[in-house]
């Protein structure tokens, strides 16, 4: 006889006798939302545009993104600043440029090979120096000479790769340690016409030509970076022996992931050349498609040149054009730049180095529907005034806004080996990032600031200043003296920009934020299309209450571990009703479930006052007993 789901047989109507196997699936249970995923909207140097990309830590996000670039709106670097603070927070990042983003490419020739030629560095070159490539004069200014040799010949490498002069464009580049390679795009002898010259005692060039380039080559493949972004120009291609006799093998090497195999590749001809397309672009029985190039067959008929790598060039960020209105972007489908969060697990969000203040109302109403927090520093060395004059002339009077005075912090960043200044808001990220929603900033200590412009300057923030922060609606990053629990950085208000007193501290948008995300979660969607009747024991509204109950007693309880000290995550008591007195039957026969679902947040403590009376005359009466809440309100009982 049938076995089916409780609902989907209509029992009253049986007409076979037998036994029919009724399944009733148990109630689901709430489950709390993520709170530790924080959102960032800016530019990077891989990755698809407009689209969520989850990254956990620096290390990910240099391959997904690509590494830290000094530069604004680089989301990257705000990845690593913020994971500084602790490890326990996660990223969904939306990466956004202006429209002149182009993908590395490369043509993958055969019958030839290429001439090379290297610029060996001795140390960094003095300003004005030159290397002439084919032609063309790079000069190294202020500019392009970092502060070590190491960061000029990352700064160059991305000039030559990026560039779209036609002289520039006919080499590929590469950087090992000190050692510059130039290499003709092309295989043949037409590479060896590629001049070098150079004037700088910093700089050995190998020959006044690059060298080697022998045959006439053609063109058997066209690679083109899955992405646009610089990363691509790091993709390498190359071919080796298959594992089957008369086959080969295509190599496609990213940096810093291991690489792609497309083995036992045959044909004869240019069949063979159509073949490594469709294997790098469909997949193999042994390989899926490639996570980095798309390729396309030429004209070639003869075999791919072995263990020839070719890399691919002229791959662009596009992020020189982005600006606040980009990093907005549309909320329209196709969504873009802040608006691609929409109904995401993003908890907190920031749009890098954003400074447009009409933006901010926006920012406000878009981070209120979608339950979220927006957080933002305001410019470099602003003003306490300055920055509450901002939110008030901005309209923004919310709890779902955190507006943070541009004190901006220094931070190391440990793959450019610099110190750098940054946004406060990237602290602002890392430190919710790593609270459970419960807990507010307010003197968290803040790992990887190292300063504050107001620090390095030997300046600390007076009383006056403080309670005029801690009033106005915003925020900033105090210098360890004045951290009241330790020697650390942290922030000196935890206030969001809302005027209620009662809602204006960072905890109560993000508990607000997590409870009503969890409510709106697929356990409480169960109850939508189910039954409800006016009788006083209907199982649907019970139901409904313990759902709520059960996720209540847990969050209260010191004992399941999800709260810190003994203590949950809420306050008890707590209330759930759902049954008739708030579900009338004119409102069931409208399609109405009425819950009403209160808790009490647990307070932060931002004022302990030690009271304190002490002399040589005084005597001390000592209290065994608890004493009455009365007394709590008074000094210590003593008596002289």
Not at 293 to 306: E, K, N, Q, R, Y
Not at 404 to 426: E, F, H, K, S
Not at 598 to 609: E, H, P
Request: charged share 10%; glycine share 12%.
């Amino acid at each position: 006889m049938p076995v089916f789901l409780d609902g989907q047989q209509n029992l009253a109507a049986l007409t076979v006798p037998g036994v029919y196997g009724d399944i009733i699936l148990p109630t689901p249970v709430l489950l709390g939302q993520p709170t530790n995923i924080m959102g960032l909207v800016g530019v990077g140097s891989w990755g698809p545009l407009n689209s969520l990309i989850p990254l956990s830590k620096p290390s990910d996000t240099a391959l997904y993104i690509g590494p830290p670039k000094i530069r604004s709106r680089d989301i990257s670097s705000y990845v690593s600043a913020a994971c500084q603070v602790g490890g326990a927070i996660g990223f969904l990042a939306v990466r956004v440029s202006d429209g002149t983003d182009q993908a590395a490419t490369a043509a993958v020739a055969t019958g030839g090979t290429y001439a090379s030629g290297t610029a060996t560095f001795s140390a960094n070159p003095a300003a004005n120096d030159t290397l002439t490539i084919n032609g063309t004069v790079v000069t190294f200014t202020s500019a392009l000479i970092g502060a070590t040799l190491a960061q000029t010949l990352t700064t160059l490498l991305e000039i030559l790769q990026q560039s779209n002069d036609t002289n520039l464009k006919g080499c590929t580049y590469s950087v090992a340690g000190s050692v510059l390679t130039i290499q003709a795009a092309t295989p043949g002898t037409a590479g060896n016409s590629i001049a070098l010259a150079k004037v700088s005692t910093a700089i050995t060039l190998a020959g006044a030509a690059v060298a080697g380039g022998a045959g006439t080559g053609g063109t058997g493949l066209t690679v083109t970076a899955k992405y646009t972004g610089t990363l691509g120009n790091g993709i390498q291609v190359s071919f080796q022996n298959g594992s089957q006799s008369g086959t080969y093998m295509a190599v496609v090497s990213f940096p810093g992931m291991p690489p792609e195999l497309f083995n036992n590749i045959g044909g004869a001809g240019n069949a063979f050349w159509v073949n490594v397309a469709a294997a790098i672009n469909n997949g193999t029985s042994f390989h899926g498609p490639s996570n980095y190039v798309v390729a396309s067959a030429g004209s070639a008929t003869v075999a791919p040149t072995l263990s020839a790598p070719v890399t691919l060039s002229g791959g662009t960020d596009g992020d020189t054009g982005v600006t606040d209105a980009t990093l907005m972007g549309q909320d329209i489908v196709p969504r873009k730049g802040m608006y691609a969060f929409r109904n995401s697990l993003v908890d907190c969000f920031t749009l890098c180095d954003l400074s447009t203040i009409a933006d901010y109302a926006a920012i406000g109403s878009f981070a209120l529907s979608e339950s979220m927090m927006g957080i933002f520093g305001s410019p470099s060395g602003d003003t306490i005034s300055n920055a509450i004059g901002t939110l008030i002339s901005a309209g923004v009077d919310t709890p779902w806004f955190w507006y943070i005075l541009g004190d901006w912090t220094y931070w190391y960043d440990a793959y450019n080996g610099v110190t750098r200044l940054g946004n406060p808001a990237m602290f602002g990220i890392g430190i919710v990032g790593n609270l459970s929603p419960q807990q507010n900033p307010l003197n968290k200590p803040l790992q990887g600031v190292s300063g504050t412009q107001r620090s390095v300057a030997g300046q600390t923030y007076s009383d006056t200043e403080l309670s005029l922060v801690n009033t106005g609606r915003i925020d900033t990053i105090i210098p360890p003296q004045q951290s009241p629990g330790g020697y650390y950085f942290s922030f000196g208000a935890g206030r969001n920009a809302s005027s209620n007193t009662a809602a204006n501290g960072i905890e109560y948008t993000r508990m607000t934020n997590f409870l009503i995300r969890t409510a709106k979660s697929k356990a409480a969607g169960s109850f939508i299309g189910r039954l409800q009747s006016i009788q006083p024991n209907d199982q649907t509204r019970q139901q409904a209450k313990a759902l709520f109950d059960g996720f209540s007693a847990q969050l209260a309880s010191p004992m399941v571990g999800l709260g810190l000290n003994g203590q949950g995550m809420i306050d008890t008591p707590w209330s759930v009703v759902c049954d008739l007195t708030n579900n009338p039957p004119n409102l069931q026969a409208l399609g109405y479930l009425f819950l009403y679902w209160q808790v009490r947040y647990l307070n932060v403590v931002r004022y302990f006052v030690v009271k304190f009376m002490g002399g040589g005359n005084v005597t001390v009466n000592v209290q065994n007993t608890v004493p009455a809440p009365a007394q709590l309100a008074n000094p210590i009982n003593v008596a002289a």
